[in-house]
């Protein structure tokens, strides 16, 4: 009969540096964990280059992600939210996500900093979670600000009592992040003694800044990320090309 391969294999060299790192996350106190889309890939949620093929075919997403494209190309921006709803709505969260819940719960994690809008850590149980860019699982009115369901923006009617549009409650380009998420980011970054990022490449501003100021103010930083990221070099801790699912699977034994 054959042997199933088992699940988490290491090199040695990794599992040297994840025997260190579940030490340190017994000695801290205060451990901020940093997340972006490299987070939700192992729950099949489709980024933004799988959102370019079908449909897509000659769209930059990223340019219907903005201020711009909801001002002067409304219905393609409508399209290409509901896809992304859509496409949310057929995933969940992975074991990673409930991992990190389970650690919160257990006072092993403080606090969670997140780019993504997927709102997978909320589903997955964590609490205490900064979404720098917002979230897909509410909408708003641009005008006025009244908060709706995400499924109100999935319906025909997009137009608030006020008059104004409704519109997904993430932030596009062209917008400030939220204000109240940066402060409270800022803040557990500084009080971090050890800082994880988790799936970020860290190569948009504000992504880099939590990760350097934690630092600063003392924290270990540990970047665990399948490629290569430009502050790997100021890392206290690098692990490159594993995936967060089997690295958090392993930290939890
Ligand atoms: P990014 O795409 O720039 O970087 C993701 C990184 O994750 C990559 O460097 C990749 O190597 C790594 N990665 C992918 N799968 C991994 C895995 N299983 N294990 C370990 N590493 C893995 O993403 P970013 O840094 O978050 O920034 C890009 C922007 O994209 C953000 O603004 C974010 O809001 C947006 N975004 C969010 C989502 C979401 O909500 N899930 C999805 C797509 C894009």
């Known amino acids: 009969m054959k042997r199933r391969k088992q699940e988490n294999v290491f ?21 901020v964990i940093f ?17 370019s093929s079908g449909m897509w075919n000659n769209i930059n997403p990223l340019e219907l992600a903005s201020t711009e494209a909801m001002e002067h190309n409304r219905q393609q921006f409508i399209d290409f939210y509901r896809h992304r709803v859509e496409g949310l709505q ?44 917002g979230t897909l699982r509410s909408c708003h009115c641009h005008n006025c600000g009244r908060s709706y369901p995400i499924e109100r923006f999935m319906g025909e009617d997009l137009t608030c009592s006020c008059g104004g549009f409704i519109r997904p409650s993430v932030v596009l380009f062209g917008e400030s992040l939220p204000e109240k998420a940066l402060n409270q980011a800022a803040e557990e970054s500084e009080a971090a003694d050890l800082f994880i990022v ?19 103010n003392g924290a270990k930083l540990v970047i665990i990320n399948k490629e290569e990221t430009a502050l790997d070099p100021e890392a206290d801790l690098v692990i490159n090309g594993e995936k967060i699912g089997s690295i958090l699977r392993e930290l939890d034994n």
């Open 90 to 133: 057929s995933c969940q969260p992975h074991t990673g996500h409930r991992i990190l819940s389970k650690w919160e719960a257990a006072g092993k994690i403080q606090s969670i900093i997140t780019q993504n809008v997927d709102g997978f850590h909320h589903t997955a149980g964590n609490h205490r979670i900064e979404e720098l860019h």
């Open 35 to 51: 997340t972006g889309a490299g987070m939700s890939t192992e729950a099949g949620l489709p980024d933004f280059r799988s959102a």
């Open 198 to 216: 988790l799936g970020s490449s860290l190569s948009v501003s504000p992504a880099n800044y939590f990760p350097i100021e934690a630092k600063r």
């Open 11 to 31: 090199s040695n060299k990794v599992q040297e540096k994840l025997n260190l790192l579940k030490k340190w996350l017994k000695q801290a106190d205060q451990t």
